[in-house]
């Protein structure tokens, strides 16, 4: 009878550990998604897609050519 109940309480044990597993996950999505989405937001306001492409700095029209030997 001792090891049934050892048993059972140790069962109980390991729910307990996997609801606060469980919890804890939960939050931590809850985390990610509230950072994607200001992430989201400030990428828009920079006029940036996803991936980020899009309208970004525009190029130089004539950039100096610091390369070039002379």
Do not use: I, W
């Amino acid at each position: 009878m001792d090891e049934l109940l050892s048993a059972v309480e140790r069962a109980l044990a390991g729910v307990e550990t996997a609801r606060r597993n469980l919890e804890e996950a939960q939050r931590a999505l809850e985390r990610a998604e509230a950072t994607e989405k200001r992430l989201r937001k400030l990428m828009q306001k920079n006029g940036r897609k996803k991936d980020g492409t899009g309208r970004g700095r525009p190029a130089m029209k004539n950039p100096p050519e610091y390369d070039r030997p002379s």
